[in-house]
């Protein structure tokens, strides 16, 4: 009966001392943290088969009591696992889930006092509980991570939509099927799974909208040492003095400064205008188009590919200028609309991602 007190103290000390590793987890620690987590699993592994090895028949049901614990125990590394895939790909893509023990109703290493009932046995239904409550904590980061990306995704939506860009995002039901079978007793899918691979849904979906915003015209087209010189609208015209529609955004910038594609796009023209003086478009898709004009030179040719922040230009005052400054120009199927919608948009979303 020593025995069994040792190795009833010994798997609850075992399942306490988890706890705290996994909220550890959750708040951002790293693969020193996993694997010690995974050591903890695997200890506990082998306290319940010590405690299965031994005859317990005086015990009366305490064997089933250890079997059921055994496939807790077994549930729980299945569960991990999945956790530790999902942790890792939400990871890729910024997300990271939310602190779980902020409560304090984890236990701490200290509370390791030896659980036995009035019998002497011990206390096996304490320690499936603690089992029991790493696995809701578990479950917890799963969900939010779903959350988180759910969150971002529609956030995401929302943003592009205002700008008239619609996102393909996969749907959930793709790339499922079979023939229609009746039902069968005993041959439900696991939860577990179901809900892991409902999170992994969320952050594919998540990923698709986030490769959307880089093909959408919505980050700065410079950087640097810069001023915005003039806006979007009617205004006095700087060499007529008279009132004039001003179609884009002007950066006053040094002659020679990088110009940036404000999105992924091809480049579909590389040459002068009339009034822009040299100039270089960009083509996005969905019928959108960036400008940049009054530029000193080309750093891109017609038909080049071009991502988020690739160099094009370089500022200058050719054209209808009055000094070294970029035009920069949002045109939706052929008509320009305010460049600062589309920036301040941009704006918007790196904050969400900041924010996490």
Same mark, same amino acid.
Do not use: C, W
């Given at each position: 009966?020593?025995?069994?007190? @040792?190795?009833?103290?010994?798997?609850?000390?075992?399942?306490? @001392?988890?706890?705290?590793?996994?909220? *550890?987890?959750?708040? =951002? =620690?790293? %693969?020193? #943290?996993?694997? +010690?987590? %995974?050591?903890?699993?695997?200890?506990?592994? #082998? %306290? #319940?088969? *010590? $405690?299965?090895? *031994?005859?317990?028949?005086?015990?009366?049901?305490?064997? @089933? =009591?250890?079997?059921? $614990?055994?496939? =807790?125990?077994? /549930?729980?590394?299945?569960?991990?696992?999945?956790? *530790?895939?999902?942790?890792?790909?939400?990871?890729?893509?910024?997300?990271?889930?939310?602190?779980?023990?902020?409560?304090?109703?984890?236990?701490?290493? /200290?509370? $390791?006092?030896?659980? +036995?009932?009035?019998?002497?046995?011990?206390?096996?239904?304490?320690?499936a509980a603690s089992v029991s409550r790493m696995m809701d904590e578990t479950q917890s980061a799963m969900a939010s991570i779903a959350e988180t990306a759910i969150t971002r995704t529609d956030s995401i939506v929302s943003e592009l939509s205002d700008l008239g860009i619609r996102l393909t995002l996969p749907d959930p039901d793709d790339g /499922?099927?079979?023939?229609?079978?009746?039902?069968?007793?005993?041959?439900?899918?696991?939860?577990?799974?179901?809900d892991a691979n409902a999170v992994l849904t969320a952050l594919v979906r998540y990923k698709a909208a986030r490769d959307g915003i880089d093909s959408a015209p919505v980050h700065m087209p410079i950087t640097g040492n810069f001023r915005r010189s003039s806006g979007f609208g009617n205004r006095t015209d700087p060499f007529s003095g008279g009132r004039a529609f001003h179609s884009g955004l002007d950066f006053a910038a040094p002659s020679g400064s990088a110009v940036l594609s404000a999105g992924k796009g091809v480049v579909t023209f590389v040459g002068e205008r009339s009034g822009y003086g040299k100039t270089v478009e960009v083509t996005h898709g969905n019928g959108l188009v960036t400008r940049y004009g009054h530029l000193s030179g080309y750093l891109s040719v017609e038909g080049q590919a071009v991502n988020t922040g690739t160099p094009i230009a370089k500022v200058g005052s050719t054209g209808r200028s009055t000094g070294p400054h970029l035009h920069f120009e949002v045109r939706k199927n052929d008509t320009a609309v305010n460049p600062q919608v589309f920036l301040s948009a941009g704006d918007r979303l790196v904050r969400l991602f900041e924010a996490s």
């Open positions: 009966m020593f025995a069994v007190l @040792l190795g009833g103290n010994g798997l609850l000390g075992t399942a306490l @001392l988890l706890s705290p590793d996994i909220s *550890r987890l959750f708040s =951002q =620690q790293s %693969e020193q #943290v996993m694997e +010690a987590y %995974e050591d903890r699993i695997a200890q506990l592994r #082998v %306290e #319940v088969d *010590r $405690l299965h090895s *031994r005859s317990y028949a005086q015990a009366g049901d305490i064997n @089933l =009591q250890l079997q059921e $614990l055994s496939q =807790q125990q077994q /549930v729980l590394l299945e569960q991990h696992q999945l956790v *530790r895939a999902l942790v890792d790909k939400a990871g890729e893509l910024g997300i990271e889930p939310a602190t779980l023990a902020q409560s304090g109703e984890v236990d701490t290493p /200290v509370a $390791l006092a030896t659980p +036995a009932t009035a019998s002497g046995n011990p206390d096996i239904g304490a320690t /499922v099927g079979g023939p229609l079978l009746p039902p069968q007793d005993g041959t439900e899918a696991s939860p577990m799974v179901d």
